[in-house]
């Protein structure tokens, strides 16, 4: 009896399980949603530190360490012979210190085990907060798996943080979205999840383990310690959301402050394949105020000293010595008021890209010196004084402007279409 009801419940599922398979297209069976997708995160790859410590702030961890295999085989080296994979617990609230030295990666748990031996890769998963401390810089709370490798031309750590798109946007937006609209905040979301898809597809770290890093060419990221609940929730309410251009996917640009005008990408990176991002003049119907009028970004001004300057162009582009360039001067400014060429004056002149001009003023004076390659000089006798508009290299979303628009009732596809014209949301 019991035997035959549970036959015919087996049947049943199978009856309906193939009914299932049969009535759901299978593309939507077998898709993957895009926020579901991984992304490999390089983590402060700038940084030079060859020392770190990982502590589980929740749940349970656990480190598996992969020995050398790369540097030469058991027979050349027989202490390699002892060398195996390993796996160790990090429990809640313990810690695992890593450090690299001559032999490889090594690693010592709270609990006083030691791991050594030299392996070149460790693997952190399983668990759900990971805080880790770099020498230098603040912790960092992370999710998903942690792989630290070695990177031998610079013999130095190197990590590598897996997570899906949902939880990296949620990270990035909370530490770059400077409003708290929410319409704004959702048009931050999909240009942020388009760059990212698109940066998934054609990575700018083709040579390295990661398909994006945390600075401002990819996406910035700093964890899941900044994370901002609003965002959280606002990623899921535009889950799998993205900008195409006619059917094709975009790469979406953005800065922090256009100063009234935003430009082309022709104009300021001379590429002709984002016919997306056209020049945009910053307000409602061309009239009234500037949407990101309320920006501190919006004026500026600052006086550098002229042997500054000097000593800034010797460093950039003369290998530090003095007197090959005398000058700089704009050669040529764009119709939206950003210099996009710059002549270096001296016995043989060189001129300069506008945004390799700027990158370089930026690392040399600091980010709060000249926020932008749209400004004015005033001439004196030891010094020069800039005063400028906008913040960051001008072409895209400004965003101080749609939290503008945000703020003047505009919705978030409204804003999406104002900064990319011709972009559908998908
Ligand atoms: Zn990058
Ligand atoms: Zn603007």
């Given amino acids: 009896m019991n035997y035959n009801l549970n036959m015919k419940r087996k049947v049943l599922l199978v009856v309906v399980v193939i009914l299932a398979v049969a009535i759901l297209p299978l593309n939507r069976l077998f898709a993957q949603k895009i926020d579901e997708t991984p992304i490999k995160v390089g983590i402060l790859i700038d940084e030079e530190f060859t020392t770190f410590r990982a502590q589980s702030f929740s749940g349970h961890w656990r480190a598996t360490f992969y020995p050398l295999i790369a540097s030469g085989?058991?027979?050349?080296?027989?202490?390699?012979?002892?060398?195996?994979t390993v796996s160790e617990l990090v429990?809640?609230?313990?810690?695992?210190?890593?450090?690299?030295?001559?032999?490889?990666?090594?690693?010592?748990?709270?609990?006083?085990?030691?791991?050594?031996?030299?392996?070149?890769?460790?693997?952190?998963?399983?668990?759900?907060?990971?805080?880790?401390?770099?020498?230098?810089?603040?912790?960092?709370?992370?999710?998903?798996?942690?792989?630290?490798?070695?990177?031998?031309?610079?013999?130095?750590?190197?990590?590598?943080?897996?997570?899906?798109?949902?939880?990296?946007?949620?990270?990035?937006?909370?530490?770059?979205?400077?409003?708290?609209?929410?319409?704004?905040?959702?048009?931050?979301?999909?240009?942020?999840?388009?760059?990212?898809?698109?940066?998934?597809?054609?990575?700018?770290?083709?040579?390295?383990?990661?398909?994006?890093?945390?600075?401002?060419?990819?996406?910035?990221?700093?964890?899941?310690?900044?994370?901002?609940?609003?965002?959280?929730?606002?990623?899921?309410?535009?889950?799998?959301?993205?900008?195409?251009y006619r059917g094709k996917s975009v790469f979406p640009r953005y800065h922090h402050t256009c100063g009234g005008k935003v430009s082309s990408a022709k104009e300021i990176f001379n590429v002709d394949n984002e016919p997306y991002h056209v020049s945009v003049d910053d307000r409602v119907d061309n009239k009234g105020s500037e949407n990101c009028f309320h920006s501190p970004g919006f004026h500026w001004s600052i006086e550098l000293e002229k042997l500054d300057l000097l000593e800034f162009i010797a460093m950039s582009w003369a290998g530090g010595a003095s007197r090959i360039f005398t000058g700089w001067e704009p050669l040529k400014i764009e119709d939206t008021g950003r210099i996009t060429r710059v002549l270096l004056r001296g016995r043989i002149p060189k001129e300069i890209d506008g945004v390799e001009f700027f990158e370089n003023l930026k690392m040399y004076?600091?980010?709060?010196?000249?926020?932008?390659?749209?400004?004015?000089?005033?001439?004196?006798?030891?010094?020069?004084?800039?005063?400028?508009?906008?913040?960051?290299?001008?072409?895209?979303?400004?965003?101080?402007?749609?939290?503008?628009?945000?703020?003047?009732?505009?919705?978030?596809?409204?804003?999406?279409?104002?900064?990319?014209?011709?972009?559908?949301?998908?």
């Fill in 73 to 84: 085989s058991a027979e050349q080296n027989p202490a390699r012979k002892e060398v195996k």
């Fill in 365 to 426: 004076f600091g980010p709060n010196s000249l926020k932008s390659m749209r400004f004015s000089m005033e001439v004196l006798r030891r010094s020069v004084i800039f005063r400028g508009m906008g913040q960051g290299l001008g072409v895209g979303m400004c965003l101080y402007g749609a939290d503008g628009l945000a703020k003047k009732g505009k919705r978030y596809n409204e804003i999406l279409e104002f900064y990319y014209p011709g972009v559908t949301i998908k």
């Fill in 91 to 244: 429990a809640e609230g313990e810690d695992l210190a890593i450090s690299l030295t001559n032999k490889g990666l090594v690693g010592k748990l709270s609990t006083g085990k030691e791991i050594m031996g030299g392996y070149e890769k460790i693997v952190i998963s399983g668990g759900e907060l990971l805080n880790i401390e770099i020498p230098e810089n603040r912790p960092m709370l992370l999710q998903g798996k942690l792989e630290i490798h070695i990177n031998i031309e610079e013999s130095r750590l190197l990590l590598i943080n897996e997570i899906n798109f949902h939880q990296f946007l949620v990270s990035s937006v909370s530490k770059f979205g400077i409003s708290s609209e929410v319409e704004a905040l959702k048009a931050y979301i999909v240009m942020a999840r388009t760059r990212l898809k698109h940066l998934k597809e054609n990575t700018l770290h083709k040579e390295m383990a990661y398909e994006v890093c945390d600075k401002y060419h990819c996406l910035p990221f700093s964890g899941a310690g900044q994370n901002r609940e609003l965002v959280d929730i606002l990623v899921s309410m535009t889950a799998n959301k993205i900008l195409q």
